[in-house]
């Protein structure tokens, strides 16, 4: 029997198939010929038979059955409720005995514990490993492990008994995997722990900070009842604070200092003592932090304004950062009068002022010595300076555009909705489209869809403040057919043309390769004559990357190929950082917008932000992060790497010309403290290491790039962990997972310091050490039954809550038994039989079996004239009818053949023929 016999329809493929074979091989013999059609089209029906799938049954079997039980064994299930999971397991294995089902019980907590007969139960809860892997709850091993012990033709249940808070894991993935496997879950609510007595929530202390500095040092304590326990802090080996505090129900916060005198890892621990105090856990009552102490850093502010009581000067001296200040005149033009600031401000100065050849060496600084740099806005900044084209623009994390950006622009987006883009692909470009129309607001906007044809999502039109009907309109967007960018192009042409705005772009989106590839770049040179600008998009591997690229070129705009789908939003960002481009000077009062998360803004929100009423405008550069956007979401504050150093453009000004309620803001000083830190010089070393623990899972995260700002790839690097409790050290190996980005993920099992290393394995010495710290598991933390997660597992896998023991009896009988019935398949056989006489067939041919009825080279020389004079005569038909291009095509292959035959006179008339077409093609 056939299991898909609808794939039988392709054998009507076969006669046309054979006309084709036959026309691509017109110098075999007669009996070649019929050898080829005969094997070729027995392949093509093997392979189609071998897709029909054919099977033979051989008989039936019944479904052999399995129960198994996951007992959540973690800290926060109260032992009571552990003994109802052990009295209910023990149940479930002796139903499963009497209605011959196999049963198995795991216990688990941040891994599993396979118990082999129900009276293992004390041996594995007492055992030190266990009680170790009770300290988290990873659900989603759970589950994989009793997907393991479910053999291949076994019908089976899991009954999950758990309060359904897990501490590590995908659980959501976990659920998607059960639900393949056709496995049933039937959870059970054991209710966790309500009262842990005290803990310690969390230890605060700064990530980083200067020799100098004074650290606020925070113990936030959880108490469910009032009374008093007795707080330690710990600065390394030294107690920097004791005292008893009285602890109410919910969080008291106790807060400390601590002066640093000296750079390095600094451990802080934080300890209580419950005595006096009712306590569920012990340890949940210290909690640990490090925090990395660098030396003093110095600043040099160039700025025309020296005067100690001007508002960025005296935000530095708020925050006591060390610094000098100089007029630009008397800016160093040796490099050892550079290298010892830390980083260097240009306050609002003009290029002009400098001293002849000290900008090169303000690059170098940055460049070659990992120095910083920061470049602040006003009216004799950015290109109102003359710094474009200079050492200071390479620099910057932006461009200098000079055109007004008072001149209107229309834009239209063509959206690539082949059948290519269905799914996420698609989904992504409509998400992005709609943060498009947000960024364009108050331009004039087309949106057209294409595919083999074109179609209007809506016309240009000048977007205003409701984007409702505009992102219905985009959501609509379907999947058509093939791909032919030409269609969607005219259209684009044919709108802006007509259109009075004085800026016409078009960005074009795809991700495949067209079909109407001829005369593409003779109509991108026709737009661009036309006064419009497009830049193009390219997403997935099937995009042309060179073609994409010079559509770009030749369309006056800029080629964009994210790494990732998700990254869509920022290049269009991007592109429209250069849509606005223009004069520096945009003045209009706004409120900047967060478009980064990043440590210069951390601690403030987007209304944390006093008005602007003006900013110098500027273009972000394809790696630059902005950090904060205007309205027009162009930078005001963007930060990259350039080379060792890093380079911050901050496009507002800092004396109050745009700026007046940023200068009586009472946090100005924090916030530059925290712009200038974030550009200080960590170290002299190519490679950036940060390092986290979050929920029992270490994280080390290298950026590797160069001096001249390239990633470094391929690189094969591994840290060494040291465990806080003994001389243990594991090594992982650093996955490369972006360019330049390298990251290795890794469960940490105990409380306490962590330090890494980091090494290249080509090198002896580290490349860099860090470290971080772990507090108590969230095992430790006060979390309600999560039914509703339960409740989820169980629907979409197929079961129900258990809510009695009669449930747990009925679900263990009521497995089914179902026979399953089994098969022989066949479409192997077929497949290898078909891809046996095709290349059988090649071979023989190759060998010239073919040619043995003694045809000779009289026979062969007839059939390649009458190739070339085939292609001759599809060339002239071809001229007739004005397709030139494929014309000379043609006369180019009879051009060949000619020459096989050694006709050379007809050869000859080819190629003038052929070089005749190719004359007037170039004449226009």
Not at 113 to 131: A, C, G, H, T, Y
Not at 291 to 316: H, I, W
Request: charged content about 25%.
């Amino acid at each position: 029997m056939l299991l898909h016999p609808g794939y039988l329809v392709l054998l009507v493929l076969i006669p046309p198939l054979a006309r084709l074979f036959l026309k691509s091989h017109l110098g075999l013999s007669r009996r070649g010929m019929i050898v080829l059609v005969f094997s070729r089209g027995l392949a093509v029906a093997l392979m189609v038979v071998a897709l029909a799938r054919p099977v033979t049954l051989i008989g039936e079997q019944a479904a052999r059955r399995r129960v198994v039980v996951l007992v959540d064994g973690s800290l926060s299930i109260p032992k009571r409720e552990l003994d109802r999971a052990r009295l209910a397991a023990e149940e479930i294995h002796q139903v499963a005995t009497r209605n011959k089902v196999k049963a198995r019980t795991l216990l688990f907590g941040k891994r599993s514990f396979p118990l082999e007969r129900p009276d293992e139960w004390d041996q594995v809860v007492s055992s030190r490993e266990f009680k170790q892997a009770a300290e988290g709850t990873d659900l989603e091993a759970a589950l994989a492990d009793a997907r393991a012990n479910v053999e291949a033709g076994e019908s089976a249940r899991v009954v999950l008994l758990s309060d359904g808070n897990p501490t590590s894991g995908n659980v959501w993935q976990a659920i998607s995997r059960m639900k393949r496997a056709r496995i049933e879950v039937y959870p059970v609510g054991l209710p966790p722990v309500d009262d842990p007595g005290v803990s310690i929530a969390t230890l605060e202390v700064p990530e980083r900070a200067f020799v100098g500095d004074t650290l606020d040092v925070a113990v936030w304590i959880q108490a469910s009842a009032s009374g008093t326990v007795h707080l330690t802090i710990q600065r390394e080996d030294r107690v920097i604070h004791a005292e008893p505090v009285t602890v109410s129900p919910g969080l008291t916060v106790v807060r400390a200092r601590s002066q640093e005198q000296m750079a390095g890892m600094i451990r802080f621990q934080a300890r209580i003592d419950p005595a006096q105090v009712r306590d569920t856990f012990g340890r949940d009552n210290e909690a640990f932090a490090v925090c990395q102490v660098q030396q003093v850093p110095r600043v040099l502010v160039v700025t025309r304004d020296p005067r100690p009581d001007q508002p960025f000067l005296a935000a530095l001296r708020a925050q006591r950062l060390t610094h000098d200040t100089m007029l630009p005149a008397g800016f160093p033009t040796r490099m050892d009068a550079l290298t010892g600031y830390s980083s260097v401000v240009f306050d609002n100065v003009e290029a002009r002022e400098f001293p002849a050849g000290s900008l090169p060496l303000l690059e170098r600084a940055v460049k070659d010595y990992g120095g910083g740099f920061v470049m602040t806005g006003g009216r004799s900044s950015f290109a109102a300076g003359g710094f474009v084209g200079t050492p200071v623009e390479k620099v910057l994390p932006v461009e200098m555009p000079t055109k007004s950006y008072t001149v209107s622009s229309s834009v239209v987006l063509l959206l690539d909705c082949s059948g290519s883009m269905s799914g996420y692909p698609l989904a992504q470009a409509k998400l992005s489209a709609k943060a498009l129309m947000r960024m364009l607001k108050g331009r004039q906007v087309g949106l057209y869809m294409f595919s083999t044809w074109v179609a209007e999502v809506f016309p240009p039109t000048v977007i205003g403040e409701d984007f409702t009907e505009i992102d219905e309109k985009i959501s609509q967007i379907g999947i058509g057919g093939g791909t032919m960018y030409q269609p969607a192009m005219r259209e684009a042409l044919k709108q802006l043309v007509a259109t009075t705005m004085q800026n016409k772009y078009v960005i074009f989106l795809t991700d495949g390769m067209p079909f109407d590839s001829w005369g593409l770049l003779e109509l991108v040179d026709q737009m661009k004559e036309s006064g419009l600008k497009l830049s193009t998009i390219g997403i997935g591997p099937h995009v042309d990357p060179r073609l994409m690229k010079q559509m770009a070129d030749r369309g006056g705009g800029r080629y964009h190929q994210p790494q990732n789908l998700s990254d869509l939003t920022e290049v269009f960002r991007q592109e429209v950082a250069h849509i606005v481009e223009g004069s520096p000077i945009v003045e209009e009062p706004f409120s900047v917008k967060i478009a980064h998360q990043h440590a210069m803004v951390k601690g403030f929100t987007e209304q944390s932000f006093p008005q602007l009423t003006g900013y110098v405008g500027t273009a972000a550069k394809d790696r630059a992060e902005v950090v904060l956007a205007s309205r027009q979401a162009d930078p005001v504050l963007a930060i990259w790497r350039y080379g060792l150093g890093v380079s911050v453009a901050y496009t507002t000004d800092t004396a109050g010309l745009w700026s007046k309620d940023w200068v009586r803001w009472p946090e100005l000083p924090r916030f530059w403290s925290q712009v200038l830190k974030a550009t200080f010089r960590g170290n002299d070393s190519d490679y950036t290491i940060r390092s986290q623990i979050r929920e029992q899972m270490g994280e080390i995260a290298v950026d590797a790039v160069d001096r001249e700002g390239s990633y470094l790839n391929f690189l094969s690097l591994f840290a060494q962990v040291s465990e806080p409790d003994g001389p243990t050290v594991r090594k992982v190996d650093l996955v490369q997972v972006g360019p330049g980005r390298y990251v290795a993920r890794f469960p940490c099992t105990g409380q306490g310091f962590y330090r890494f290393q980091v090494f290249r394995k080509d090198k002896d010495k580290p490349l860099g050490t860090t470290g971080a710290a772990m507090s108590a598991s969230p095992e430790f933390k006060v979390r309600p039954l999560n039914r509703s997660l339960l409740e989820h597992l169980a629907k979409e896998t197929g079961g129900t809550m258990v809510q009695s023991r009669d449930d747990l009896s009925s679900l263990v009988a009521g497995i089914p038994a179902q026979t399953q019935q089994q098969v022989k398949d066949w479409w192997p056989l077929c497949a290898l039989v078909a891809v046996l006489v095709f290349f059988l067939e090649v071979a023989l041919r190759r060998l010239a079996v073919f040619q043995a009825d003694g045809l000779g080279e009289v026979s062969q020389a007839a059939s390649i004239i009458a190739i070339a004079e085939t292609y001759l005569k599809t060339a002239k038909d071809l001229d007739a009818k004005g397709e030139h291009g494929k014309a000379q095509e043609y006369y180019l292959k009879a051009h060949s053949y000619f020459l096989k035959a050694k006709r050379d006179d007809e050869a000859k008339r080819m190629w003038e023929k052929y070089r005749l077409l190719e004359e007037r093609r170039g004449a226009g």
